[in-house]
């Protein structure tokens, strides 16, 4: 069993940082890629940022050089720096995670969501 947890969204103004983050658990082998995505009321979930296990990232190009992706590879988890938020950043962010288990399958796991609202 694998699980991803999230924390750290929260409620900012316009202009604020915030850095959620995203630890996975349980019976893991290991990870490959790890991304953050979110979904606005009304929109379909989208891609924000991914980062592979060798550390490359890529981004969506309504939060570069807003947002930075990062992992730490020895505690399984993700963070999302984000800066100069801005109202349309309000959304549910989902964590998402490639995990090979320790019996060897591999399948994309997601975290429960954490909210983040921007206020102007």
């Known amino acids: 069993q694998v699980q991803l947890v999230e924390s750290g969204g929260g409620l900012v103004q316009a202009g604020g940082s915030l850095r959620p983050s995203c630890a996975a658990s349980?019976?893991?082998?290991?990870?490959?890629?790890m991304g953050w995505y979110r979904q606005a009321p009304g929109n379909r979930r989208e891609l924000v940022a991914t980062t592979a296990s060798i550390g490359s990232t890529s981004y969506a190009d309504s939060v570069k050089g807003r947002f930075t992706i990062s992992r730490d590879n020895a505690k399984n988890t993700v963070y999302l720096q984000m800066n100069s938020l801005k109202p349309e950043d309000t959304a549910v962010y989902y964590c998402?995670?490639?995990?090979?288990?320790?019996?060897?399958?591999?399948?994309?796991?997601w975290g429960q969501g954490t909210q983040v609202t921007v206020s102007s």
């Open positions: 349980g019976s893991i082998f290991s990870i490959n890629a």
């Open positions: 998402n995670a490639n995990i090979k288990t320790t019996g060897y399958f591999m399948r994309d796991y």
